[in-house]
């Protein structure tokens, strides 16, 4: 049998008509692959967004309200599409912005009641609330207020809607970006993210609304501070941005009265936040248009050390080629004499928290001081302010932190009040928040809260404890890997995996991991190591775990670079 070839022009027009065909079909991205949620600070990539379908004739009341729950997940021309679905007399009325609801789109079950009522129950995996602020949620099954219709023109239209709209988890984070908006610390050392999530439309406008107009996350709010005065306001809800990636944002209030330095943090934030969303400077001007003198300024930076921080059976100090150890000036001899089962150095290398092979936690610099004796401690923690941390794991709310002179301090009475055990407890390298594997309920879970302390930097109380992630299994290790991530390594049955949790959005990956595991370590940036319970040291590769050492007993964690190794950001 011959197979006759389909002449040139055919194949043409029919490979036309199927591009129009697939171009027409929802949930289709324009251009490019999906993006993960950006990193603060990074690059905001290419745009992204479903192409929706418009309203059909004929379409029946269920299959309307379906569209327009499809269609809200394209947020161009402020939601055009979806707003097809509509009445007249609704469109206007239904905000979108509200809020965003993240589901699990193949539980969701659409019925009708009567001619024009339509009810939707999803299975809610976690929201989003209308400041950009990501909270995860239980899962379980709810259902949304009703969905009113009627017909205009013989089709059938929505009149009545829940606002805010519904987004698959698997759509979440082609649909939303990561943003970081940017605050500092109570000392104004450093920049500290709260991570938000805005679709990429008009993205420079909420950012720069969330922190001009608006207030940390709530969990954060205590733990942070902001150089805008509340009598200074965004003076247009419009932040337009030149050819070159300026954006100009235009001030009301104040703003001539303002010293130098609150300016300077003032440009310093706004330049930070919007860096996010491919800003590369910003123009602050007063209501007049006259621009603004300021300049960004210098803060503290929170990279750390690459290299490996270890002990093994000779020496402490960082893993250098060739497996030589590195002495840290003042600390190394001192830690000979204790052999401890855990290590954390303080920023400026002249310190460390540890937990001694007799379960004592102590503070070593050119001696050794002991901190703790209670039973059950877990590994310690050591902040930017030099504050050991220290509780026992099956007493939650039993958290004291150390200062420099050994004097201690009750954090407060009611931290993890829901929590019957804590596993580990970890501490972002500006200060500001704390992190921890808790057991709630029985499953093992991640949780942080913002640190509060005094006029003098001394801990007082954690903010709301709140949770980011759950774990399959029970917890291993936390640590922070950059200044809005986590990793966490976790049992899962006989094996093992490593967790990357974004504070403040989804899970960023998981992968597995050698089955033995005891700690977890991290740079800046993407290097994880882990300690097997033979001593081997694994450090990720992609999706592997690459053996670099042995005869580690300890693998340490560090929560800086000393001051002369510090670069200004």
């Known amino acids: 049998m011959t197979r006759r070839?389909?002449?040139?022009?055919?194949?043409?027009?029919?490979?036309?008509?199927?591009?129009?065909?697939?171009s027409a079909c929802a949930g289709l991205p324009t251009s490019g692959p999906v993006f993960a949620g950006l990193k603060p600070g990074a690059v905001a990539p290419p745009d992204f967004s479903f192409i929706p379908l418009k309203p059909q004739d004929g379409a029946t009341p269920e299959q309307i309200v379906q569209g327009f729950v499809d269609a809200a997940t394209g947020p161009d021309g402020n939601w055009a599409?979806?707003?097809?679905?509509?009445?007249?007399?609704?469109?206007?009325?239904?905000?979108?912005?509200?809020?965003?609801?993240?589901?699990?789109?193949?539980?969701?079950?659409?019925?009708?009641?009567?001619d024009d009522t339509v009810t939707l129950t999803i299975?809610?995996?976690?929201?989003?609330?209308?400041?950009?602020?990501?909270?995860?949620?239980?899962?379980?099954?709810?259902t949304l207020p009703p969905?009113?219709?009627?017909?205009?023109?013989?089709q059938w239209r929505i009149t009545q809607a829940p606002n805010g709209i519904i987004v698959g988890a698997d759509q979440f984070t082609g649909v939303f970006h990561q943003y970081a908006v940017m605050y500092f610390d109570p000392g104004w050392h450093y920049l500290v993210p709260d991570v938000r999530w805005f679709p990429s439309y008009n993205a420079a406008t909420r950012i720069a609304q969330s922190l001009i107009d608006g207030k940390p996350t709530p969990w954060m709010a205590e733990s942070v501070k902001s150089a805008f005065p509340e009598s200074v306001s965004l003076n247009v809800p419009s932040v337009p941005l030149t050819a070159g990636g300026v954006a100009r944002v235009e001030l009301s209030g104040p703003v001539l009265?303002?010293?130098?330095?609150?300016?300077?943090?003032?440009?310093?934030?706004?330049?930070?936040?919007?860096?996010?969303?491919?800003v590369t400077d910003v123009s602050m001007t007063g209501a007049t248009g006259a621009e603004l003198s300021a300049s960004d300024v210098a803060t503290a930076s929170t990279r750390i050390d690459a290299r490996a921080l270890v002990e093994t059976d000779k020496d402490f100090g960082f893993l250098s080629p060739g497996n030589r150890i590195e002495a840290i000036p003042g600390l190394?001899?001192?830690?000979?004499?204790?052999?401890?089962?855990?290590?954390?150095?303080?920023?400026?290398?002249?310190?460390?928290?540890?937990r001694t092979q007799s379960h004592v936690v102590a503070r070593i610099s050119d001696q050794v001081t002991p901190l703790d004796d209670r039973a059950g401690l877990i590994d310690p923690a050591v902040d930017a302010d030099g504050f050991i941390w220290s509780v026992p794991g099956q007493t939650p709310a039993a958290l004291l932190a150390f200062g420099a002179d050994g004097?201690?301090?009750?954090?407060?009475?009611?931290?993890?009040?829901?929590?019957?055990?804590?596993?580990?407890?970890?501490?972002?390298r500006d200060g500001t928040r704390i992190a921890a594997i808790a057991e709630v309920g029985g499953q093992d879970v991640v949780q942080v809260a913002g640190i509060v302390r005094d006029q003098n930097?001394?801990?007082?109380?954690?903010?709301?404890?709140?949770?980011?992630?759950?774990?399959?299994?029970?917890?291993?290790?936390?640590?922070?890997?950059?200044?809005?991530?986590?990793?966490?390594?976790?049992?899962t049955g006989s094996d093992a995996e490593v967790m990357r949790q974004t504070v403040g959005g989804p899970a960023a990956s998981s992968i597995a991991a050698p089955g033995d595991i005891t700690s977890i370590s991290g740079t800046t940036g993407t290097t994880v190591r882990l300690r097997g319970a033979d001593g081997a040291l694994y450090a990720q590769r992609g999706s592997n775990w690459e053996r670099a050492g042995s005869g580690v007993r300890v693998l340490a964690t560090v929560q800086g670079m000393p001051p002369q190794a510090q670069t200004q950001r």
């Open 81 to 114: 599409v979806a707003q097809l679905y509509l009445a007249p007399s609704f469109r206007g009325k239904w905000n979108p912005l509200e809020g965003t609801t993240i589901d699990a789109r193949s539980d969701r079950a659409y019925s009708t009641s009567g």
């Open 5 to 22: 070839r389909m002449p040139r022009p055919l194949q043409v027009a029919v490979m036309i008509m199927a591009a129009l065909m697939l």
């Open 123 to 142: 299975t809610q995996r976690a929201t989003v609330d209308a400041t950009g602020a990501y909270r995860p949620s239980g899962g379980g099954r709810s």
């Open 407 to 428: 004097k201690k301090h009750a954090v407060n009475g009611s931290a993890w009040a829901n929590a019957t055990r804590l596993r580990a407890i970890s501490i972002s």
């Open 147 to 154: 969905f009113a219709l009627a017909k205009v023109d013989g």
């Open 457 to 491: 930097g001394v801990p007082q109380r954690l903010g709301d404890v709140v949770q980011v992630g759950a774990l399959s299994g029970p917890g291993i290790d936390l640590t922070w890997i950059d200044d809005s991530t986590l990793a966490i390594a976790a049992r």
């Open 332 to 354: 190394t001899q001192a830690m000979r004499t204790v052999r401890p089962e855990a290590i954390e150095l303080a920023g400026d290398y002249a310190s460390a928290a540890v």
């Open 257 to 278: 009265a303002l010293d130098q330095p609150t300016l300077d943090r003032m440009q310093t934030q706004l330049q930070r936040s919007l860096a996010s969303a491919g």
